[in-house]
């Protein structure tokens, strides 16, 4: 009964995502953790993987559309997987099962649920669909320019904090990655964003999730039972997603992220 309960709850988390393109992370993990009682550093060990599975087809098929900036992927690669090695390292002297690292684990994914309702609220009230389409018109003519940072430092410092947010929480490659590109690379069309987001979120959450792997924080079947609900479930949404009021959803989810934000601190 259980396994079955697994499975629908991966196939509703699939459905939002495709709908609306929120990382699963954001939503699997607290999930877990509040609904089916999973501890903590298993929620998000097994959560890194099952996001690294379900990413990993979107960046086949963006890449074949070539809608990934490969060099943007690179220059966020270069801060976060280092990132992810010294979060890695961290938690194995610590004690991923610790009362330390629990509490580590929860407040710093409290955080970054709250970050991610920040920035799912900001994509609603800023992002209108009308900008989205004028913006991305006028960023379409930068050409290579449109994969130039404000700043070289500046993703290779916000990739290792998100690599840090990653591996100790799951969550911050969805929304919290999407509006560090968006800031950072002005010029970069919507489409490529979307596209260098997913990507440079595979290797990210691969070498995290293979970490918890080696630290025992996976469990193989439940990550199993979720997959074969998300997959068929991000087939769905990403076919509805223009049947369905986005802005409703994104800004429902962001006071529900929210709230399980403020209750992770709080504990």
Known sequence: MQEMAFIVAGFGVGLIVGLTGVGGGSLMTPVLIFFFGVKPH???????????????????????????????????????????GLSLWALHHIGPASAAAQ????????????????????????????????????????GPAATRPRHWSLPILLGAVIGALVTFTSVGAGAI????????????????????????????????????????????????QLLAGSLPGIWLGSRLVSRTPERLIRSLLSVLLAWAGLKLVLI
């Open 103 to 142: 509490r580590i684990m929860t407040t710093t994914l409290g955080v970054a649920l709250l970050l991610t309702a920040a920035a799912t609220l900001y994509k609603v009230a800023v992002f209108s669909r009308e900008r989205q389409a004028a913006e991305a018109a006028a960023r379409q003519a930068s």
């Open 177 to 224: 990655g999407v509006t560090v590109l968006l800031l950072v690379y002005p010029l970069l069309p919507l489409p490529r964003v979307v596209g260098a987001d997913i990507a440079y979120a595979v290797p990210l959450t691969l070498v995290a999730g293979l970490g918890h792997a080696s630290l025992g924080s996976v469990d193989w079947p439940l990550l199993a």
């Open 42 to 84: 298993l929620a998000i060990g097994t959560d890194l993987l099952f996001a690294a599975f379900t990413k990993l087809g979107g960046t086949v098929s963006l890449a074949r559309q070539r809608l990934v900036p490969w060099r943007v992927v690179g220059q966020l690669c270069a801060g976060s997987l280092p990132a992810a």
